[in-house]
């Protein structure tokens, strides 16, 4: 083997080498913006200048290793360049347990998916390290640097494989549910609340079905043909699918999948208006939902939302329904302890209803899984025992005992303009003490992002006592709102990471405070 041989060898192993062990969080990016190359474009730009230091330290080693390997070859010192070798390798070794151990609140899950974009970002760099060595070998060895580059170049070309993979689950999918015409198919979408309505409606049907959900915020085609393929029995008498979307088109899919026969639309309002554009678009695509209902399906609108009532009268359906129009709730009493609240068909007959999910607006999204629930047949005991058993969905209004005396209300799952009202209404009924609110503010809400992040502030300013807000770039807007409500700015804290924000707590909590966690941002959000 020829010494340039040996050399190119050497070289682009080096830079296929130290590029991959500081490609982890690059590969995490993309995978907490679902393998979305725009998503993980504007992911880039919000952080990826932090990430790029790793891959600027391990280009600058290389440089010093090929420093080496020209000095000892000229000096004879072949043995000095192992030790070089094995510095090199060590520093990469280092900037990879480095990434691996940072702390994070969503980890990187290996998947196969994960799995073929590790293998075509390794073909990507053997191959590209070796053109750049033709054309000089320092550009092999600068490799590094372009990480984030690459990874998104391993994610395009495995792009075609990653369809064919989605279209066979997809399509295995749907012959398993063409095989179980009789179950009862129901799709939940909406702009918020669709994963605690999908709950409610579980646990209501449950008083007289067998029930399959989906877990947590399984809401997309790959998610929902996992449990489809997995977890759909025999017994399963009914099947609720909960529908997201960040896409034009991404609710006709799912329904191209579940063929639903009922439908739930619980809100129409601004999210995801980053990669929506328009609030009219998410109108639109919400009400994909409604448009795949068969002729004799049946649809079923929230209160209370302007959106949600016009595309109530919009709907062609015969049995559509707003929450609310058949069965009332009379006598409502709602405050830390939960709500409770007579449940009224208006013929006479009524059953007192008690829940511990927080919020007037959990009693808006009852009333609309009761008129779901009625459609099927419940009665009006079925639907109280059902209401009974309801549990706080994790991170949505979920009240915690610390054991401190503080009261810590999580809603820190996902945020939103009518969410966000919400929790603060919830924070406002709690008097025992002060109430402070933890938030980064919210996101995903395009050129209005900084405009509602500032009505956010209003609100805040007639809820809280204490605000700590995370993140000085992201909390301009909030800051602006809370003066112009008048809010207190000596009891107004800013800090940079949510660590900062439980140590600055700790300092400030005392027993009987509440404290409201509003919205808690992935890493792909963080500044």
Known sequence: ???????????????????????????????????????????????????????????????????????????????????????????????????????????????????????????VCVLGSLAAYIVHYMLALLWPLLTPAWVALAAWLVQPLEARVNKGFFQDAQRVLRGRPELIRIGITGSYGKTSVKFMLATLLGERFHVLTTPGSFNTPMGLARVIREQLAPEHQVFIAEM????????????ELVSPAIGLLTSVGPQHLETMGTIERVTETKYELIQSLPRDGAAFFGRNNEICERLYHRCPLSEKRLAGERLRAEDVEVGPFGSRFALADGQGRRVLCQTKLLGAHNIDN?????????????????????????????????????????????DAFNSNPAGAKSALDVLRGFTTGRRIVITPGMVELGPQQDALNETFGRQMADSADIAILIGKRRAEPIIRGLEKGGFDPSNLHVVSTLDESTALLATLARPGDAVLYENDLPENYAE
């Open 1 to 123: 083997m020829t010494a340039w041989a040996i050399l190119t060898i050497y070289c682009v192993t080096i830079a296929s080498v130290t590029t991959m062990l500081c490609a982890r969080p690059f590969w995490h990016l993309l995978q907490l913006e679902s393998y979305q190359l725009p998503g993980y474009g504007r992911a880039l730009r919000r952080v990826g200048w932090r990430e790029w230091f790793s891959g600027a330290l391990l280009a600058m080693t290389n440089l010093l290793l090929i420093g080496a390997l020209f000095w000892s070859a000229f000096s004879g010192m072949i043995l000095f360049v192992a030790w070089a070798t094995l510095i090199d390798f060590a520093v990469a070794v280092f900037v990879y347990m480095r990434l691996r151990r940072r702390p994070t609140k969503k980890k990187l899950v290996i998947t196969p998916r994960l799995a073929r974009l590790l293998w075509a970002t390794l073909l």
């Open 366 to 410: 009852l009333l609309l899984c009761a008129e779901a629930a009625l459609h099927l047949g419940l009665t009006l005991e079925e639907m109280a025992a059902g209401i009974a058993k309801l549990q706080p969905v994790e991170h949505r209004l979920q009240l915690l005992d610390t054991g401190n005396g503080v009261i810590v209300i999580d």
């Open 244 to 255: 997201g979307a960040r896409h034009v088109g991404d609710i006709r899919e799912l329904c």
